[in-house]
């Protein structure tokens, strides 16, 4: 992997976004160019895919593989894909140059979501006042053409959407699923080696959850099964392609195994998700191109799901959680990694933020860095994807001579000081204390004191972690990146 060079054009600006696919490709020795901040998108704010396409083509003539959200090529960014009003003939366009690049190109594109709130901070306007009433049709909808709704709970629900919100939202709707399926012909026809096609912030009756449906008919129609794949995620896959890249350039293939305390924890279904655990598992796995066996013995890498509980850490913070299943989760990755065994443990028992019990519960018994990798942020997807994508790229760098000691210990840590310290803990204190509605994004203005609050927290939660003594946050790092306290971003250096 060593000098192994990928250039991604990720979904957004955000470093879940754009930093840590480069995070997860320096633990193989491989690196990540991203393209200048002025190219990129500024929240509600476009990129310039003008300028995001003359920086492919020029990075593409010297990288191995490149790895590209279509949504940023095409509209901007992920939140202007929600936003714009450019025609999806004028946003496939911007897609042609792919046609011209010689490495392969592994992309991704999101069906659109529906949220369930009344808050428009990354919608149109309308969602301000309808946005639960546009879930609530969505749903209402998906169940009428299961032909399991009835005729007046279809006309109540689109009586409680004003008719000019209703009709946008499914022009954007109507736009975005051509565009869909233009990037699966992209696919068909060999310009794109890989497609995943992921859902947003989905829930299992929802119109997104049927176009994603009908988007999985074709794939299977058009015998793609192979190279595109169809699962609930969206802010990880970049980390998942790259990781793919990382995996397609090894010399073997990479053996994933899946388990989690119990067997059939893994038939749950997560918040935001429209399918069982266990399929999103499998289908990050084959995203990071790498192969699920049935049994632990024949594996490369050990999976471990903590199961979906209930909870959710951004607005109904859970009071209490399954510590019996927390600590078996622990003890079996304990035992794997005290036998040699490479193994990544994805947390994804609350939504939006790591399980404080399970945390506990592995750092009782092993230091974090003997993990092979670790997330438990947002969705079950975000978190599958991040976990297998890190655990993918520790075992090919172990493998093929590559491995970054370093690198790896800071994406752990980092994972962790973010999704244990700051999701499970220290947001919801700084929450709190600010006061207001919990199911609506809380803004900050920039120069906030809350994010020195938040920089000397996390440094206290740092410390406590078994393994983290040679670490802390870099002073003056701390920021919100789209000024709202739901992500944090900061950089972790080794203590000088």
Same mark, same amino acid.
């Given at each position: 992997?060593?000098?192994?060079?990928?250039?991604?054009? #990720?979904?957004?600006?955000?470093?879940?976004?754009?930093?840590?696919?480069?995070?997860? &490709?320096?633990?193989?020795?491989?690196?990540?160019?991203?393209?200048?901040?002025?190219?990129?998108?500024?929240?509600?704010?476009? =990129?310039? #895919?003008?300028?995001?396409? *003359?920086?492919?083509?020029?990075?593409?003539?010297?990288?191995?593989?490149?790895?590209?959200?279509?949504?940023?090529?095409?509209?901007?960014?992920?939140?202007?894909?929600?936003?714009?009003?450019?025609?999806? *003939?004028?946003?496939?366009? +911007?897609?042609?140059?792919?046609? !011209?690049?010689?490495?392969?190109?592994?992309?991704? @594109?999101?069906?659109? +979501?529906?949220?369930?709130?009344?808050?428009?901070?990354?919608?149109?306007?309308?969602?301000?006042?309808?946005?639960?009433?546009?879930?609530?049709?969505? &749903?209402?909808?998906?169940?009428?053409?299961?032909?399991?709704?009835?005729?007046?709970?279809?006309?109540? &629900?689109?009586?409680?959407?004003?008719?000019?919100?209703?009709?946008?939202?499914?022009?954007?709707?109507?736009?975005?699923?051509?565009?869909?399926?233009?990037?699966?012909?992209?696919?068909?026809?060999?310009?794109?080696?890989?497609?995943?096609? @992921?859902?947003?912030?989905?829930?299992?009756?929802?119109?997104?959850?049927?176009?994603?449906?009908?988007?999985?008919?074709?794939?299977?129609?058009?015998?793609?099964?192979?190279?595109?794949?169809?699962? #609930?995620?969206?802010?990880?896959?970049?980390?998942?392609?790259?990781?793919?890249?990382? %995996?397609?350039?090894?010399?073997?293939?990479? *053996? %994933?195994?899946?388990?989690?305390?119990?067997?059939?924890?893994?038939?749950?279904?997560?918040?935001?998700?429209?399918?069982?655990?266990?399929?999103?598992?499998?289908?990050?796995?084959?995203?990071?191109?790498?192969?699920?066996?049935?049994?632990?013995?024949?594996?490369?890498?050990?999976?471990?799901?903590?199961?979906?509980?209930? =909870? !959710?850490?951004?607005?109904?913070?859970?009071?209490?959680?399954?510590?019996?299943?927390?600590?078996?989760?622990?003890?079996? &990755?304990?035992?794997?990694?005290?036998?040699?065994?490479?193994?990544?443990?994805?947390?994804?028992?609350? =939504?939006?933020?790591?399980?404080?019990?399970?945390?506990?519960?592995?750092?009782?018994?092993?230091?974090?860095?003997?993990?092979?990798?670790?997330?438990?942020?947002?969705?079950?997807?975000?978190?599958?994807?991040?976990? %297998?994508?890190?655990?993918?790229? @520790?075992?090919?760098?172990?493998?093929?001579?590559?491995?970054?000691?370093?690198?790896?210990?800071?994406?752990?840590?980092?994972?962790? @000081?973010?999704?244990?310290?700051?999701?499970?803990?220290?947001?919801?204190?700084?929450?709190?204390?600010?006061?207001? !509605?919990?199911?609506?994004?809380?803004?900050?203005?920039?120069?906030?004191?809350?994010?020195?609050?938040?920089?000397?927290?996390?440094?206290?939660?740092?410390?406590?972690?078994?393994?983290?003594?040679?670490?802390?946050?870099? #002073?003056?790092?701390?920021?919100?990146?789209?000024?709202?306290?739901?992500?944090?971003?900061?950089?972790?250096?080794?203590?000088?």
């Amino acid at each position: 992997m060593s000098g192994f060079q990928i250039a991604l054009v #990720p979904l957004d600006e955000r470093p879940v976004c754009a930093g840590l696919p480069g995070m997860v &490709a320096a633990v193989a020795g491989a690196g990540v160019t991203t393209p200048p901040a002025e190219l990129m998108p500024r929240f509600r704010t476009p =990129g310039d #895919p003008a300028g995001l396409d *003359r920086w492919l083509q020029e990075q593409a003539m010297s990288a191995h593989a490149v790895v590209v959200a279509l949504e940023t090529l095409g509209h901007g960014g992920l939140v202007p894909s929600r936003l714009g009003a450019e025609t999806s *003939r004028t946003i496939s366009a +911007r897609w042609e140059m792919l046609c !011209d690049i010689a490495v392969p190109v592994h992309a991704s @594109t999101v069906v659109m +979501r529906t949220p369930d709130a009344d808050d428009a901070t990354e919608e149109p306007e309308y969602y301000e006042s309808c946005g639960r009433a546009l879930h609530r049709l969505s &749903a209402v909808l998906h169940e009428q053409a299961d032909g399991t709704a009835n005729d007046q709970s279809v006309i109540a &629900a689109r009586r409680a959407v004003p008719a000019a919100a209703r009709r946008d939202f499914f022009a954007r709707r109507r736009r975005n699923h051509e565009l869909n399926l233009h990037a699966l012909g992209l696919a068909a026809d060999g310009i794109l080696q890989t497609l995943v096609v @992921t859902a947003d912030d989905t829930a299992a009756v929802a119109v997104g959850t049927a176009e994603h449906e009908w988007l999985s008919h074709w794939v299977d129609w058009l015998e793609l099964g192979d190279r595109v794949l169809t699962y #609930p995620g969206a802010d990880e896959v970049g980390a998942v392609l790259v990781a793919r890249a990382l %995996v397609l350039d090894s010399a073997a293939p990479l *053996r %994933v195994s899946i388990e989690a305390d119990r067997p059939e924890a893994l038939d749950r279904l997560a918040a935001y998700e429209n399918v069982p655990v266990r399929v999103t598992a499998a289908r990050q796995v084959a995203a990071a191109g790498c192969v699920v066996v049935a049994g632990p013995g024949d594996a490369d890498l050990h999976l471990l799901v903590h199961a979906p509980q209930s =909870g !959710d850490w951004a607005v109904a913070p859970p009071t209490s959680t399954d510590t019996a299943a927390a600590e078996a989760t622990a003890g079996r &990755a304990a035992a794997l990694v005290h036998a040699g065994q490479a193994v990544a443990v994805a947390d994804c028992a609350q =939504g939006n933020g790591a399980d404080p019990a399970l945390v506990a519960a592995l750092t009782s018994r092993i230091p974090i860095p003997a993990l092979a990798g670790y997330a438990g942020w947002n969705t079950a997807g975000n978190t599958i994807g991040t976990a %297998v994508a890190h655990g993918a790229a @520790t075992v090919v760098g172990r493998r093929d001579g590559t491995f970054d000691p370093l690198a790896h210990e800071r994406l752990l840590l980092h994972r962790l @000081t973010e999704d244990w310290a700051y999701m499970a803990i220290v947001r919801g204190a700084v929450r709190a204390e600010r006061g207001g !509605d919990w199911h609506r994004h809380l803004m900050v203005q920039a120069g906030d004191p809350v994010v020195t609050v938040i920089e000397s927290r996390l440094t206290q939660s740092l410390a406590t972690v078994r393994g983290s003594s040679g670490w802390r946050i870099r #002073p003056g790092s701390v920021h919100l990146p789209w000024q709202r306290l739901f992500e944090v971003g900061f950089e972790l250096e080794q203590v000088p």
